[in-house]
């Protein structure tokens, strides 16, 4: 378990690291209040500073627990909502929040084991006319489109 954590711990270091580098180029707000970047700043920094705490106990562990996870249905369940995920980050690029989500909602309810298709169908439409509505109609912060539509 030892060598998980200590590879966990790494990428999530790079990641605030790339978090922070990336939040450092949004622009300076021009009077004295707080800058866009500044809250994945923060968050970049609370990142680094737990990956390093997680480092720290991970190197220091004598315990030669073993790895709490084995390949098997449920590491494939990970990968397949990994890959879900990539193609909802795809379809967004494309086709914009509504499409992209209006398939990526029951893709994930079906992989979590919900079959009955008025349950996927009502969470779908509810969840996607919650999001317009808030988003859309009370905020009125326009939602991703895509490049296609």
Known sequence: ???????????????????????????????????????????????????????????????????????GPELKRVGVGILILAAFCALLYFVGFMIAAAFMIPAVMLLMGEKRIPVLAGVDVGVLVAVFVIFSVALKLPLPQGILF
């Open 1 to 71: 378990m030892k060598k998980y954590n200590v590879g966990i711990s790494i990428v999530l270091l790079a990641v605030s690291v790339a978090t922070f580098v990336a939040a450092s180029a949004l622009p300076a707000s021009n009077d004295a209040s707080i800058g866009p970047g500044s809250w994945p700043k923060v968050l970049a920094v609370l990142l680094g500073i737990l990956s390093i705490l997680l480092l720290i106990q991970s190197l220091g562990d004598k315990s030669g627990r073993e790895a709490p996870f084995h390949a």
